[in-house]
């Protein structure tokens, strides 16, 4: 192979100046492929495919990644940065005594070490609390101010008025509140454009959620507030993604015209096939469960797996048995930031295979994030590239182990 590429580097002909990444192969955001190699200019991708049909260019420099696959950036698909593990603070201490201010300098922290796990992109699910301080993170991001993914925020996000915490407080205390509330079809209208005017690029609602403390999730918003909300941001160009968790919570929401539903732990086969004709992506968030199930004393390495994780086994099979479109996204923010990888383990051990896992964090989350330029390694898209030791499609525990990050063309981790 050295030699090859040797032979073309003498015929350069072209005054582009380009970098060459060999892996041993490379995983496109659809199939793998032995022996590829990729070919970046400036922050675009100009070529990938086989070493003996390089295009004829001036290469500046070869980063050689012997050992390792090259993949698309992760697309992180549920995360709060402005949160970290629930075992460390709880989050009603988070929101009742971490100051906005404090919270948005842990999410720097939060951001780096997301970008160095090889997540390139990540969809931010609310601020919890901490007004828009996730559409600030954004702007640092974006000023190069701090490193960090390119990200879609959602601002607050918007919960029926009572229906969210920090809750157990008698009738006399004021608190601060986890997202913004909204009641009747004029108020939740008036919401998502104060939301969407503020910076949100989405709008997240509660569509369901525990009216008290303990109590079972319960349907929030009526249907008519729904469409509207949704309404709302599809005339702004912008969607509506739904926490839902309850049948009657997710068939609000899909009626309703969202575009993906988070967690979904009551779904049954019925409604992830209104889904699947819908086009509804679901991300079912399973390392946020388990973590929270081991933060209450399960060992999940000597006990047997208590009823949460089994009914999440059961309600996973039959979306996949549905066929509805996987989002890959773990909540990341229960956990820590940067074991994203984590979600991934958990999508295999319940039964999707590694290449549909890996595809569905790259160009399975593109497509339905409408990012038309990420999630794929092919000419003319954005130089998301991240490698891997070993061969992730038989191994998915080797994503947590990533060896090389570039975002936008720019080398982070080498």
Known sequence: MKYLLILFLSYSLTLTSQTL????????????????????????????????????????????LKGTTLLPGIIEGHSHLLLH???????????????????????????????MAGITTMRDLGSEGAGYADVYLKKTIDNGIVTGPRLLVAGPAIVATGAYGPKGFHDGVSTPLGADTASGVAHCIETVRKQMGNGADFIKIYADYRWTPGADSQPTFLQEEINAMVATAKSAGKYVVAHASTPEGMKRAIEGGVETIEHGDGGTLAIFKMMKEKGIGYCPTLAAGDAITQYRGWNNATEPEPDRIQQKRKSFKTALDSGVNIVFGGDVGVFAHGKNHKEMELLVDYGMSPLAVLKAATSGNAK???????????????ADIIAV??????????????????????????
């Open 85 to 115: 593990p629930y075992n460390e603070t709880e989050w009603n201490d988070q929101v009742l005594k971490e100051s906005p201010v404090e919270r948005a300098i842990r999410g720097t922290v939060h951001a780096k070490n997301s970008l």
């Open 21 to 64: 990444l060999q892996p041993d192969r490379v995983f496109d955001g659809t199939e793998m492929h032995e022996g590829w190699v990729v070919l970046v200019n400036e922050n675009k991708i100009h070529y990938t495919g086989p070493v003996t049909t390089i295009p004829k260019t001036k290469i500046a420099e070869i980063i050689d």
């Open 368 to 382: 339905i994030f409408h990012l038309e330029d990420l999630g794929n390694l092919k000419e003319g898209y954005l």
């Open 389 to 414: 030791k070993g061969n992730p499609s038989n191994d998915i525990n080797r994503m947590g182990d990533v060896m090389f990050v570039m975002k936008d063309g720019v080398v982070y981790k080498k």
